[in-house]
């Protein structure tokens, strides 16, 4: 089958598609309306990211409960959960947690792994850039990863909630490299505490929703989600806009959250769909058919 590509005026099609927008709109669906007001400073929105971005699995409407009975728990505040002075209550209270397949004892031993490295660190940004300056994005997320995995005793499952591209490749790694995104752009709707991380490395989270739309405009040509489709989503995307490729990640996501996008062929939707000509459901196929 002829591989499909975008139009040439694709750049023009999406700058249009991300100038329209209704962010305002999107925003309160998406998990990181639940997070901006739990992260005031850049330590709490650290902390309020990496949880909410392990509780990143599912629907949005469940993933921002999930991330409001963790914010319940912690009285408002996620970084009492990190607060060595907290750990016994905390482990009482999330004992009866879960989220999909997401239990409480997992979420106490991450804040107790949080805790500990807080002890000695200042930021997480320190363990990203540990494996980026040498190695790239991708070494990056694996020394992020290896950090929040902690040592080796762990609940069950728990070092899985952490996949990192360098052994994991079958894995996009989406909610880490979600996390990254929040904590790196300082571009709406994002918490931009990492200065050193340049947004022109970053790597875009790729859900289902996104890679349905970034196959279906020939932004890669990988039926399945894995690192190697993030890195060729990425790479077009930072032909478009080099300085920061992932501005794009909320609104091809929310595209399909929303059902702006009816992932079929819909005369009606289709019809003003800023990016229809670079849609491979209307190749070779007009408004008018
Ligand atoms: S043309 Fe229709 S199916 Fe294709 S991306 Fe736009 S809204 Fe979605």
């Known amino acids: 089958m002829r591989a499909h590509r975008p139009s040439p005026e694709f750049p023009q099609h999406l700058a249009r598609l991300y100038a329209s927008f209704p962010f305002d709109r999107s925003l309160a669906d998406d998990p990181i309306s639940v997070l901006r007001p739990l992260g005031p400073d850049a330590r709490r929105a650290e902390i309020a990211g990496v949880f909410g971005s392990t509780l990143a699995i599912g629907n949005t409407t469940a993933i921002r409960g999930a991330i409001a009975r963790l914010a319940e728990i912690a009285e408002g505040d996620l970084a009492r959960l990190v607060d060595p002075a907290f750990a016994r209550e905390r ?19 991450l804040a107790g792994v949080l805790s500990d490295y807080y002890a000695t660190h200042p930021s997480l940004e320190a363990a990203f850039l540990s494996g980026s300056e040498g190695g790239g994005f991708a070494a990056g997320l694996d020394a992020l990863a290896r950090t929040l995995r902690g040592p080796s005793r762990a609940p069950r499952g728990y070092r899985t909630l952490f996949p990192s591209p360098l052994d994991a490749a079958g894995s996009p ?117």
């Open 173 to 289: 790694c989406k909610r880490l490299t979600l996390f990254v995104r929040w904590m790196v752009r300082t571009g709406y709707p994002d918490f931009g505490v990492w200065p050193r991380v340049p947004t022109g490395s970053l790597r875009i989270p790729l859900d289902q929703h996104v890679h349905w739309i970034a196959y279906h405009l020939g932004l890669t040509a990988r039926r399945t989600r894995s690192w190697a489709a993030v890195e060729e989503v990425s790479e077009a995307l930072r032909r478009i806009d080099p300085i920061d490729p992932v501005k794009y990640d909320f609104v091809l996501c929310h595209t399909g959250i929303s059902g702006d996008c009816p992932k079929h062929r819909d005369l009606a939707v289709c019809g003003p769909c800023s990016v229809r000509p670079d849609c491979r459901l209307w190749r070779g196929r007009g408004v008018a058919e």
């Open 91 to 109: 482990t009482r209270r999330l004992a009866g947690f879960r989220h999909r397949w997401i239990r409480g004892d997992q979420l106490d031993h």
